[in-house]
T-cell receptor, first 117, second 114 residues
Framework: GAVVSQHPSWVICKSGTSVKIECRSL??????MFWYRQFPKQSLMLMAT?????????EQGVEKDKFLINHASLTLSTLTVTSAHPEDSSFYIC?????????????FGSGTRLTVV | SQQGEEDPQALSIQEGENATMNCSYK?????LQWYRQNSGRGLVHLIL?????REKHSGRLRVTLDTSKKSSSLLITASRAADTASYFC??????????????FGKGTKLSVIP
């Protein structure tokens, strides 16, 4: 149970373009999703918390206008990297808290590797 | 902000040996979780230990938690080459307001040599 499907798994885009990453909860409703960024050989850094039907909460230092988050339904949250630049190249992972089940309540997407050229 | 700190940052062992990784954190927690990440992949939940627990086992995994020292350890016994991955601890903070947010440590990169 409790699977989050994240797409795409990898994307290469040109500098200045926008990229959308989707995370869907497949068999549960996710009122809250978390978006993380991970640079090579580093840990996951929380970027923002996405709440269904309301504005996302961004961590300090994360640009709201650059990383647009939409959580329009209980099963879908999207992260759009706008006007991407090479320094935005990273591994992005979404996560959702699951209020049922045995595994501590968090499930993760498989991640999206973004390369901006 | 990042709370957990794992050590060592990297660990290389022979297959069959045990691997021990440690994690320290700073604030009060509801529970602490360990995850594995294969290179360039998503996270796999390994085990969760609650703040009122001191030790937990799952297969070849053994986790301890010392809330007085704000530290946890993950022991992998009889390691296998397939255990090669990065391991992260993550703290789930105590929050009465219903705000949930995992904070990850820097991770330990484990290499198991066949």
């Amino acid at each position: 149970g409790a699977v989050v499907s994240q797409h795409p798994s990898w994307v290469i885009c040109k500098s200045g373009t926008s990229v959308k990453i989707e995370c869907r909860s497949l068999d549960f409703q996710a009122t809250t999703m978390f978006w993380y960024r991970q640079f090579p050989k580093q840990s996951l850094m929380l970027m923002a918390t996405s709440n269904e039907g309301s504005k996302a909460t961004y961590e300090q230092g994360v640009e709201k206008d650059k990383f647009l988050i939409n959580h329009a339904s209980l099963t879908l949250s999207t992260l759009t990297v706008t006007s991407a630049h090479p320094e935005d190249s990273s591994f992005y992972i979404c996560s959702a808290r699951v209020f049922q089940g045995r595994r501590g309540g968090y499930t993760f997407g498989s991640g999206t590797r973004l390369t901006v050229v | 902000s990042q709370q957990g700190e794992e050590d060592p940052q990297a660990l290389s062992i022979q297959e069959g040996e045990n691997a021990t990784m440690n994690c320290s954190y700073k604030t009060s927690i509801n529970n602490l979780q360990w995850y594995r990440q294969n290179s360039g992949r998503g996270l796999v939940h390994l085990i969760l230990i609650r703040s009122n627990e001191r030790e937990k086992h799952s297969g070849r995994l053994r986790v301890t938690l010392d809330t007085s020292k704000k530290s946890s350890s993950l022991l992998i016994t009889a390691s296998r080459a397939a255990d090669t991955a990065s391991y992260f601890c993550a703290t789930d903070p105590y929050s009465g307001a219903g705000s949930y947010q995992l904070t990850f440590g820097k991770g330990t990169k484990l290499s198991v040599i066949p």
